[in-house]
């Protein structure tokens, strides 16, 4: 399970952060999205992303706070989302329940936030209280087709249609199983199975039996076995697919929640017995064919000596001066190519010069970068076709 949606920055975790985030992994949620609320709390978030492998950040400025906003301000959020564990820029939308500010100014800082998510190219994460009509209204404006997600959403049928006909994701949280929710299970069956994420918004909307407590990541199974209740399906399929669906939207690799990321060994990737777990990259790339989305297949190592990436190919060289020039500022310490140093079983001559288009086996692992450059690197390296098969990898003795 990946809670899409927690302020695991809030000052109601200070004093057992790290206690609650292995509460969250002993649960079986295996990423946590927090969420900046203003320009403070999204540096924050992005701390927090760089200290726990599987929690990543999100960074916005929540309408509450839209009316001390400026283009300054938009600009410093731009820099901030531009760091590799940013995966979303919000929480933004319209609050028109508390009007904490005035509605002219958080549908400005509203425009400036749809702006920068289009520019950084990222999902965009809609809080939406009682606007749902002012929302509709901008959204269609700006005749765009969106990625992201409308978190806690609440509004009926109709209103669901219209924000999936846009592109946008719906997200739950554990109101779903408040008894006055009930007149909304016929909205919340009517969502398509793919177009589904859940959350816990903690330290708010604590479930049904833990009301008048502080919310936490490790609840959210709660929510996904009410989520699967209400839709008559079983508890495994609901987890599966909300999983799959916010490792699509946040283009997320599959990583374990470990805090401690100096031991050598990519984020969250367990060893044991001396061998590695598979993360699976279910993410698309824009333009990159449709079949990846499935089947990635990636090993990491700690202790090799690895060849630089100037043996690598002339292909893969500029793929890693792009990515790892670019995004990084500084070479990786660790570079593995999969014929040579796994012994990875893939239908496609080891030693072809040129591989197939459906299957470049030179595939790059590296263990000291971020885990979002890891992720883009593996998705442009490794092209699997659907008969492309890995059958195994293991430590090189």
């Known amino acids: 399970m990946i809670d899409t949606h927690a302020h695991i920055d809030f000052p109601d975790f200070d004093k057992d952060r790290d206690e609650m985030v292995a509460r969250a992994l002993a649960a079986g949620v295996v990423n946590i999205i927090t969420v900046g609320t203003d320009l403070e709390s999204s540096k924050k978030a992005v701390e927090l992303a760089e200290r726990y492998a599987g929690v990543y950040a999100a960074v916005g400025i929540h309408p509450h706070d839209a009316a001390a906003i400026n283009e ?53 994460i809609i809080h939406c209280r009682q606007a749902e009509g002012d929302m509709l209204n901008l959204l269609r404006s700006t005749h765009q087709q969106y990625q992201g997600v409308i978190h806690c959403f609440r509004g009926d049928t109709d209103t669901a249609r219209t924000y999936l006909d846009m592109g946008f994701y719906l997200s739950l949280a554990a109101y779903i199983g408040y008894p006055s929710s009930v007149k909304a299970h016929d909205v919340i069956r009517s969502i398509p199975g793919d177009r589904l994420l859940v959350e816990t918004d903690c330290p708010f909307l604590p479930p049904q039996g833990h009301r008048g407590e502080r919310n936490e990541p490790a609840y959210l199974p709660l929510t996904v076995r009410t989520l699967a209740a209400i839709r008559r399906e079983q508890y495994e399929d609901t ?34 017995d001396g061998q590695f777990t598979q ?15 499935e089947g ?13 990436a100037d043996t690598l190919g002339s292909g893969t060289k500029g793929l890693h001066d792009r990515f790892l020039g670019s995004k990084t500022g500084r070479q990786p310490r660790r570079l593995i190519t999969a014929q040579t140093e796994f012994g990875f079983g893939i239908d496609a001559p080891q030693e072809a010069p040129s591989p197939p288009p459906d299957c470049l086996f030179d595939s790059v692992y590296f263990d000291d970068v971020d885990a979002k450059t890891m992720h883009l690197y593996s998705l442009y390296c490794l092209r699997l076709s659907p008969s492309s098969n890995v059958t195994k990898y293991k430590r090189r003795r």
């Open 72 to 124: 300054a301000d938009i600009a410093r959020l731009g820099d901030i989302a531009k760091h590799p564990r940013v995966v979303a820029v919000g929480e933004t939308g319209l609050d028109f329940y508390r009007d904490y500010s005035p509605r002219t100014a958080q549908i400005q800082v509203l425009r400036w936030q749809l702006a920068l998510a289009a520019e950084l190219r990222l999902p965009v």
């Open 239 to 272: 987890a599966k697919a909300t999983l799959q669906n916010a490792q699509r939207l946040f283009r997320l690799p599959v990583t374990s929640l470990t805090k401690d990321k100096g031991d050598g060994v990519f984020p969250g990737i367990r060893q044991t």
């Open 279 to 293: 993360p699976q990259f279910l993410s698309p790339v824009p333009g990159f064919p449709a079949e990846i989305d």
């Open 296 to 308: 990635f297949a990636a090993a990491v190592s700690q202790d090799f000596d690895f060849p630089p």
